[in-house]
């Protein structure tokens, strides 16, 4: 009796027989290190594309964000699954009222002394507001230190030469004494930046070209308390 062979299929699939492939083993760790790498790319292009972004971070985030960076430590990636939700932050409710309109009500030189030096971001200490007020009753006198709306005879921005122009208002006034000591007086705006004495402010008001006299050097400068007094409404636009 001869041997019986199996009948070749000649390609076909062998009727009753049905071949499986062997299923496909990936290792975990793969996937894992995919999806970090695939989240860290999404976080970075979500960051690429954002719209809502400041156009320019300031000096206090950059350095922020340089010494965040300084103590991560180097090659650790954060992943952060996308259900988490930032908890609410509740911050307690705070009120402040207008500098300026504050010091406009009161309306008194010494109010328009600390409106120059809140204008310039100089410090509104009392060496500061008493120079002022010493430098403005030089110019005008207490009882009309409003004078033409100009209480240091300023020539910048008030349209007249030598100090002899105006200005619709005080507080516009207190901004161009403020920006006319910013550009053209750094001896002053360093005194006042520092909070000097207000001798040592006044002696760097004589040595500049604010007066071409420059107060004789001092000798037409009076130290005695300055009286307080307050301007009509009208003078600070009211």
């Given at each position: 009796m001869q041997p019986q062979y199996p009948t070749p299929t000649h390609g076909r699939r062998s009727a009753g027989?049905?071949?499986t492939a062997p299923p496909?083993?990936?290792r975990r760790s793969i996937i894992d290190r995919v999806g970090v790498g695939v989240t860290a790319l999404a976080l970075v292009a979500?960051?690429?594309?954002s719209p809502a972004g400041p156009a320019q971070a300031s000096p206090a985030q950059v350095l922020a964000t340089a010494q965040q960076q300084q103590q991560?430590?180097?090659g650790q990636i954060y992943v952060v699954d996308a259900d988490v939700v930032a908890p609410a932050i509740v911050r307690d409710g705070m009120a402040a009222s207008d500098g300026v309109q504050t010091l406009t009500n009161n309306g008194t030189n010494a109010d328009w002394a600390r409106l120059v030096l809140?204008?310039?971001?100089w410090p509104t200490t009392?060496?500061?507001i008493t120079v002022l007020l010493r430098w403005m009753r030089q110019e005008n006198g207490p009882p009309d230190w409003w004078n033409r709306n100009n209480p240091l005879n300023n020539g910048y921005g008030s349209g007249?030469?030598?100090g002899l122009g105006s200005y619709d208002n005080l507080q516009d006034a207190a901004q161009y004494a403020a920006a006319n000591l910013h550009r053209g007086y750094p001896g002053i705006s360093a005194a006042l930046a520092a909070s000097s004495s207000a001798d040592v402010t006044a002696a760097a008001i004589w040595a500049s070209p604010w007066a071409t006299s420059h107060y004789a050097n001092g000798a037409h400068w009076s130290t005695a308390p300055v009286k307080i007094v307050k301007a009509p409404a009208s003078a600070w636009g009211g």
């Open positions: 027989r049905r071949v496909l083993v990936v979500g960051l690429s594309i991560r430590p180097a809140m204008d310039g971001a009392d060496e500061n007249g030469g030598a």
